[in-house]
């Protein structure tokens, strides 16, 4: 699995991506980390933002982070759909 996640990485700057990760990590997921450039609140980084997220635009139509793309290539967007996965797949 691949999560796309901001390069912020959970701060509080952006703690949704970080939840994601946590929910990952809680229900003990083994996944690859792609940190994306860019930050949707800081419009001086848009640029980079468009620019360096074309794969999770083609993989969802958005360009927003994080999503998650299971080993067969389908995407969830979004931290609280990423969190619900995790947590259906343990029971948690």
């Keep these: 699995m ?3 996640t901001c390069g912020q990485g959970g ?3 952006d703690p949704h991506c970080g939840k994601a990760r946590k929910a990952l990590d809680a229900a003990g997921f083994e996944y690859e980390v792609r940190k994306m450039p860019g930050y949707r609140l ?3 980084t848009w640029s980079k933002l ?3 997220r074309t794969e999770v635009k083609a993989l969802t139509g958005s360009y927003g982070v994080p999503v998650l793309v299971l080993d067969d290539g389908i995407p969830i967007a979004g931290t609280q759909q990423i969190v619900d996965w995790a947590k259906d797949r343990t029971g948690g």
Aim: glycine letters at 8%; charged letters at 15%.
């Design 50 to 52: 468009r620019a360096g």
């Design 42 to 44: 800081l419009p001086w």
């Design 11 to 13: 701060n509080r700057l």
């Design 2 to 4: 691949i999560l796309f």
